[in-house]
Antibody
Framework: QLQLQESGPGLVKPSATLSLTCTVSGGSISSGSYYWGWIRQPPGEGLEWIGTIYYSGSTFHNPSLKSRVTISVDTSKNQFSLRLSSVTAADTAVYYC??????????????????WGQGTTVTVSS | QAVLTQPASLSASPGASASLTCTLRSGINVGTYNIYWYQQKPGSPPQYLLRYKSDSDKQQGSGVPSRFSGSKDASANAGILLISGLQSEDEADYYCLIWHSSVYWVFGGGTKLTVL
């Protein structure tokens, strides 16, 4: 059964870069049948999609965060990662990684998230 | 105006049915979109419930009971999650999601369902 596990520092200083990794187990990130995404949820608030990556490296970003977000994939480790630069207190949130089923052979054609990791809490504070 | 609007809260009685709405912004036609629904309980990640585009194009999440179903109300330009035979364990936050070309993936603000 596919599982996703987020990892990374729980505390990040303002203006620094937040770095998280999602490790995929029970399936290959290179299968081509799925895309891999990041979503976050500030305390007491709703969900916000951050971005999504395909094993080939093609990425799709939330326009509101695009200038600060880097998503990468390491197929050898079956992992994908998120980097969010110039963080502020507004970036404090639970960060989730998730799987998107591909919707066909066209790159960029994929469905919504169907499997989620447990999430990791990141606090931005000095 | 938000792309997706959900009522903040809804209450219903055990055994009854609850209809959760997800209204699309004017100018975005619900008929052309897949509407995704998620359930989130406190301290847990969202759980995928279902995808609904039409009666002939829909998908139930793995292990999701059939008492969770999707539909659309074209006149209201809204997606609907219907939960029948409400149980206390259905008390949770529910989010809708669509893919829109201008913002890619966007979630609704969520509805807190209380079963009492």
């Amino acid at each position: 059964q596919l599982q996703l596990q987020e990892s990374g520092p729980g505390l990040v200083k303002p203006s620094a870069t937040l770095s998280l990794t999602c490790t995929v187990s029970g399936g290959s990130i290179s299968s081509g049948s799925y895309y891999w995404g990041w979503i976050r949820q500030p305390p007491g608030e709703g969900l916000e999609w951050i971005g999504t990556i395909y094993y080939s490296g093609s990425t799709f970003h939330n326009p509101s965060l695009k200038s600060r977000v880097t998503i990468s994939v390491d197929t050898s480790k079956n992992q994908f990662s998120l980097r969010l630069s110039s963080v502020t207190a507004a970036d404090t949130a639970v960060y989730y990684c998730a799987r998107h089923p591909a919707a066909g052979r066209t790159v960029g054609s994929y469905y919504g998230m169907d499997v989620w990791g447990q999430g990791t809490t990141v606090t931005v504070s000095s | 105006q938000a792309v997706l609007t959900q009522p903040a809260s809804l209450s219903a009685s055990p055994g009854a049915s609850a209809s959760l709405t997800c209204t699309l912004r004017s100018g975005i036609n619900v008929g052309t979109y897949n509407i995704y629904w998620y359930q989130q309980k406190p301290g847990s990640p969202p759980q995928y419930l279902l995808r609904y585009k039409s009666d002939s194009d829909k998908q139930q999440g793995s292990g999701v009971p059939s008492r969770f179903s999707g539909s659309k109300d074209a006149s209201a330009n809204a997606g609907i999650l219907l939960i029948s035979g409400l149980q206390s364990e259905d008390e949770a936050d529910y989010y809708c999601l669509i893919w829109h070309s201008s913002v890619y993936w966007v979630f609704g603000g969520g509805t807190k369902l209380t079963v009492l």
